[in-house]
């Protein structure tokens, strides 16, 4: 029996996060909050507005002037910036290549680290991201820290790309996936890493369903312990 407990996702990109996470909430009943998106969607909001993305001042602006909001659908979870829907919006190369510049930002992530605490509040969650586990929830009652190859990772994304009509080569992908990794792991303000308490699993070679059995028993093993 699961006693609405937290669960903390992170990892680096494309490990397989928030397929994971959201298969998980759902099996479970709980709540799920895919934290990447709500920087994601920042960085939209940013790009249609032209602000300059290394302007802090003019980001905390922005983002105190807009409300992200979720949407839970059958396919994937809908996300909404002051109602309007930006759910692929936020999936295309320009968000992608420039998120890592907004989230960098100290008071950014302030303000969004609050936003998904409020979000955790009742417990019943399931949160991925990159600091959820050091940062957002350090008392989550499990954390989880999810790797892949990067050669592993590129191909994922490539086979959700071709199914969104997204046509980026292998190649570039590797690239990408790279840099926003080492953008990710080397920024001030909490850079991705794992925390001491977080059991770490290597999805290479996995399938989707194998890392949600492997979590499950995670969560089965605290739930007996709790
Ligand atoms: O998981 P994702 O690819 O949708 O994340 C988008 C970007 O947001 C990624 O470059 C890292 C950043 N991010 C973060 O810094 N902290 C989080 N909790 C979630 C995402």
Redesign the pocket.
Known sequence: MTNKMMIAIDGP?SAG?STVAKILANELGYIYCD???M??ALTYEALQQEIDLENEEDLIYLLKNSEISFEPSEKSQRVYVNQEEVTEAIRQPDVTNS??VV?AHGKVRKELVIRQQKIADEGGVVMD????GTTVLPNAEVKIFLIASVEERAERRYKENRLNGIDTSLEILKKEISD?DYK?SHRESSPLTRAEDAVLLDTTRLDIQQVVSKIKEVVASKSILG
């Open positions: 990109a996060k934290t990447g998106a920087y994601r998120v890592s989230a991201g990159r600091d959820i926003r990710d």
